[in-house]
């Protein structure tokens, strides 16, 4: 399996961190989808802020980011900010694309160290 799903906790606060590894491509992003509503649908106040670990990622699909932006705009409410963590440009300039898509500022880092909230 090249991604995960868990709740981490960084400097004190509370972050939904999904990893990716490898090629990003459809069946993941569905896959992640699908666990990413459930997640934030038991969440019964507030927003979560989101850490998108892309360090290991080699790769996306387009096909991968429709898929993410639909359930990005689809569960807004429920998010405070979006957090990439790449070194990758290709990886950073698809996030990029995805902020312009979504609404959403994705903010692009280097390292989780970098989350300052």
């Known amino acids: 399996m090249n991604t995960k799903l868990?709740?981490?906790?960084?400097?004190?606060?509370?972050?939904?961190?999904?990893?990716?590894?490898?090629?990003?491509?459809?069946?993941?992003?569905?896959?992640?989808?699908?666990?990413?509503?459930?997640?934030?649908?038991?969440?019964s106040e507030g927003k979560v802020s989101i850490i998108w670990?892309?360090?290991?990622?080699?790769?996306?699909?387009?096909?991968?980011?429709?898929?993410i932006?639909?359930?990005?705009?689809?569960?807004?409410?429920?998010?405070?900010?979006?957090?990439i963590v790449t070194t990758n440009k290709l990886i950073g300039g698809g996030a990029k694309i995805l902020s312009i898509f979504t609404a959403f500022d994705m903010k692009v880092i280097n390292s989780e160290t970098e989350i300052d909230e």
């Open 6 to 43: 868990e709740w981490y906790k960084l400097k004190g606060k509370i972050f939904l961190r999904i990893t990716i590894k490898d090629n990003f491509d459809e069946k993941t992003a569905i896959e992640i989808s699908e666990n990413f509503r459930k997640e934030l649908k038991s969440v």
């Open 53 to 67: 670990n892309c360090v290991d990622m080699t790769n996306y699909e387009p096909k991968a980011r429709h898929i």
């Open 69 to 83: 932006q639909k359930i990005i705009k689809e569960l807004k409410d429920k998010v405070k900010n979006n957090y």
